[in-house]
């Protein structure tokens, strides 16, 4: 089991930054990848981006490449997504997923390509 908590959400002005983290606890070794999903009101829930837990490859939405910024650290069993110059329409509860050895790793950009989640966090942008 693995089970993964995000913070960092909160109210934030247009064109500000947040940092958001992601704690993974239970069997981190057997993660093989990590990634960001949003969440609008009344909308599904859509791909930010995602890297590998032990690798450096990173793929991330056109609607935040080179705003949004996933890092990891391994040695804490953490995941962070910087965001910068923040818009009203990044607006949603922001979570964290991971997928572990022996799934398919097809999908990296839905839902279905992730076995665990976290509750989310919310992140509001004012204009």
């Known amino acids: 089991q693995v089970q993964l908590v995000e913070s960092g959400g909160e109210l934030v002005q247009a064109g500000g930054s947040l940092r958001l983290s992601c704690v993974i606890s239970?069997?981190?070794?057997?993660?093989?990848?990590v990634g960001w999903f949003r969440q609008a009101p009344g909308k599904e829930r859509t791909f930010v981006g995602r890297?590998?837990?032990?690798?450096?490859?990173?793929v991330y939405a056109d609607s935040v490449k080179g705003r949004f910024t996933i890092s990891r650290d391994n040695t804490k069993n953490a995941m962070y997504l910087q965001m910068n110059s923040l818009k009203s329409e990044d607006t949603a509860v922001y979570y964290c997923?991971?997928?572990?050895?022996?799934?398919?790793?097809?999908?990296?950009?839905?839902?279905?390509?992730?076995?665990?989640w976290g509750p989310g966090t919310q992140v509001t942008v004012t204009s």
């Open positions: 239970g069997r981190a070794s057997s993660i093989v990848r």
């Open positions: 997923a991971a997928t572990i050895t022996g799934r398919s790793l097809a999908g990296f950009a839905t839902v279905a390509g992730y076995d665990y």
């Open positions: 890297t590998w837990w032990s690798g450096t490859n990173t």
